[in-house]
Every structure is written in C-alpha cells, then in structure tokens.
C-alpha cells in the first residue's frame, strides 16, 4: 500500500498578545507521521494537545515553523524548499471540529461547493454531488435549507462535502463529538463502512477513545504536541508504552517497581512475573501495567502457589452497568480490578488477585 500522506518534524507555535505580554503557545513540538492509502489512522489525545492544530497544518489553513507534508508524493508543505501548497489545491476533504454546514445554501449547494470552486462542469457536478449524498444516505434531501436538518444529517452534509472532490487525504476533525449518544454511535459505525469502502487515507481526530478504537487501523497518542506512541488499536490498549498511555486508555494499574535480573519486577505487592516485554528494558525502575479486566479475583481467597497471585481485601465497589469496577487493597497498594455485573461480591470480602503474566507491560520510568 501506498503512503498517500507523509508528516515530517512539523513544528507550530502560536504567539498570543496579552497587554504588552506575548505568551509563546508550543502547539505542536514534533510530529512525524505517516498514513497509507485506504488506512484510517487516529489523533487521540486529552484537550488543547494539538490535534486540530496538526490538521489545519496538513490542510494548509496553519503555516508551520518547520516540517514538511506530502500528499499522494507530492511536497505541500516544506518550510527548507519555501513550498506551501494553497488549500484548495493540496487533495484533501476536511471536516470541521466546530461548524459543519453553511446555512444560508441548500444541502445540495452546501455539498457542490468545492466543486464549484473548481469550475467542475455542471453535468459532472450533479452526478458527483448526488453520489457523495448517496454514499451518507442523503438522497432526496437535496433541496432541503441546510439548517432544516438533524445535527445527525448536517454531519453527513459536512462528510459528503468532503468527499465529493473525491480527495487522497481526509481529515476528519471530531465530527461526531456534537451528537447525542444514539446518533453518534449510528453514524460511527456508518462513517467506519464507509471509510472502509472508499480507500483514501484518513485523520480522524478525537478524545473519545471508544471511538478511536473503533474507527482506526493505527492510533497515535498525542499529548502536549506530541506523538507519544503509535499503534493498532488492541496493542495500544493492552500493551501501552508510556506511562501515559497506560494512564490515558481504559482503566489501568500502573505500578512502579525494579525489574530484576531474572526478569521478575519487584513492586509493593510482591514480585511480578511479565511474560514478554521489550529487550531493551533490562533492569532498573519501571512501570508495570496491567488493566482492571485483566486480574482475576479468587473468591473464595485462596492464594497459594500460583504465578501472581496476592491475598487483598475489597475496599470499594461501582457498578457501571456492563460490570463492576472494584478497588481492592493489597498490602496497601489500592487496585483496579472489574468483574462481569452478574457477579456480586461483597465490600470487606478477602479474595486472592491473579494477575495474568501474559497481560502485564512494562513501561521504562
Ligand atoms: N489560533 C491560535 N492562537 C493561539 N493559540 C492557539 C491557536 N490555536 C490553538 N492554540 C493553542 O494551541 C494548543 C493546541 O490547540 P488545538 O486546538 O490544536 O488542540 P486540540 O487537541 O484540537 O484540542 P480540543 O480537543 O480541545 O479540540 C492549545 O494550547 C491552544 O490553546
Ligand atoms: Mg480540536
């Protein structure tokens, strides 16, 4: 498969005039990144770390300090050559994080816009904007004012507008964060068939990890304009491997320890046995991670003999409807362990903790 878009050591500050102040805002520090034709590779991080910023930089609308962008091979951007592509001219389709559609145009003119803009011929036109709207289930709702719609279908306006130019690069900004759960959830799975389908490289921008892990072939974590970790969607979560991406997804144990010669770690429960890990960590401090559905509870709180096993106590309990989310104290070090809803334990029980070997990461500290 071929590479359809390249980020390089793209770099973006924003100054900000406060009085006579001028606050310097490091919105992206380093981002290098690539996405392959058909793939739908995922921004993902916590709010303000950049995600936007990096796609208004490969869509043109944000001039870099430093870095390069290609699209489908061509430089778009390059800040060494002096190339910077106009927008209009780079191949790609967008989606906005804020607005989604024009509300003074009709459905069908919201949508042939850039095709317009590109002085397509109007037999053309109308065949490609009745496929887009077809593609996200619009038909017959072409003449509709665009304001006269579901926040659900204005979404679908904004995708079919960005995909009518049938662009190289989508980037996809949040466009499902403004709709009730329902909706959402209708149209995730719909937008995750459709990308599947149509074979152009997506950027799909979210904090929702749900959705991420949904929606991508690979996930990049982003914190403070940067990409920590990049990964498919399961290694991500299990297998985490920085300390903030162990904290950032699902519910996780972290714990620190000192790994040991023979490979064990020694934490404040006890010695942990982690049956694979990255053979460049050899010794020294580490985190060992493991997430609260991969522990085991024994109720009837035998504890002897096995790998990774420890006698604790249920402090706590939630109940989260699919399942309970349990704290449980082992030699004063609260877990996190979660248990199918239809089991029930009770607060105080003494129970034995098993902690899958094959389920443990570690993360340098
Ligand atoms: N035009 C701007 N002027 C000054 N600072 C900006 C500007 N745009 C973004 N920033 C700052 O850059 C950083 C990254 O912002 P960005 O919008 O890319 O974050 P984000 O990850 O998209 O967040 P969110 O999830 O809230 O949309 C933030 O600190 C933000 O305040
Ligand atoms: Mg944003």
């Known amino acids: 498969m071929c590479v359809a878009l390249r980020v390089q050591g793209l770099r973006k500050t924003f100054?900000?005039?406060?009085?006579?102040?001028?606050?310097?805002?490091?919105?992206?520090?380093?981002?290098?990144?690539?996405?392959?034709?058909?793939?739908?590779?995922?921004?993902?991080?916590?709010?303000?770390?950049?995600?936007?910023?990096?796609?208004?930089?490969?869509?043109?609308?944000?001039?870099?300090?430093?870095?390069?962008?290609?699209?489908?091979?061509?430089?778009?951007?390059?800040?060494?050559?002096?190339?910077?592509?106009?927008?209009?001219?780079?191949?790609?389709?967008?989606?906005?994080?804020?607005?989604?559609?024009?509300?003074?145009?009709?459905?069908?003119?919201?949508?042939?816009?850039?095709?317009?803009?590109?002085?397509?011929?109007?037999?053309?036109?109308?065949?490609?904007v009745r496929w887009a709207l077809s593609l996200v289930k619009l038909d017959g709702l072409e003449d509709r004012p665009a304001t006269r719609l579901s926040g659900g279908q204005q979404q679908r306006v904004a995708l079919a507008r960005a995909i009518v130019s049938e662009p190289k690069v989508l980037l996809l900004d949040e466009p499902l964060s403004n709709l009730d759960a329902k909706v959402r959830e209708e149209l995730r799975d719909e937008l995750r068939h459709l990308l599947r389908s149509m074979n152009i490289a997506t950027v799909y921008v979210t904090h929702d990890q749900l959705e991420a892990f949904v929606m991508s072939d690979r996930i990049g974590l982003m914190s403070e304009g940067e990409l920590l970790e990049v990964g498919d969607p399961v290694q991500t979560y299990f297998r985490p491997r920085t300390k903030f991406g162990a904290e950032f997804l699902g519910s996780a144990n972290v714990l620190e320890g000192e790994l040991l010669p023979d490979g064990t770690v020694d934490t404040r429960i006890g010695k942990i046995v982690v049956e694979s890990r990255d053979p460049t960590l050899d010794h020294g401090k580490v985190y060992v991670v493991f997430r609260s559905e991969s522990v085991d509870l024994d109720l009837t709180g035998t504890c002897s003999g096995t790998t990774n096993a420890f006698a604790g106590t249920v402090r706590e309990k939630k109940f989260l409807g699919d399942r309970w989310e349990l704290s449980v104290e082992v030699s004063g070090v609260i877990l996190r362990v979660s248990l199918p809803s239809r089991v029930n334990v009770a607060t105080g029980s003494r129970v034995c903790v098993r902690i899958d070997p094959a389920l443990c990461s570690l993360v340098r500290k």
């Not at 430093?66 to 191949?91: A, C, L, M, W, Y």
């Open 15 to 128: 100054r900000v005039k406060s009085g006579r102040l001028v606050q310097v805002v490091e919105a992206i520090r380093e981002m290098d990144f690539e996405v392959r034709e058909g793939e739908v590779f995922t921004l993902l991080g916590p709010s303000g770390c950049g995600k936007t910023t990096t796609l208004r930089c490969i869509a043109g609308l944000e001039d870099p300090d430093e870095g390069e962008v290609e699209i489908g091979g061509v430089t778009v951007f390059s800040k060494t050559r002096s190339i910077s592509v106009s927008p209009e001219k780079r191949g790609i389709g967008m989606v906005f994080q804020n607005y989604s559609v024009w509300p003074h145009m009709s459905v069908f003119e919201n949508v042939a816009y850039p095709l317009r803009a590109k002085g397509v011929p109007k037999d053309e036109l109308v065949r490609r």
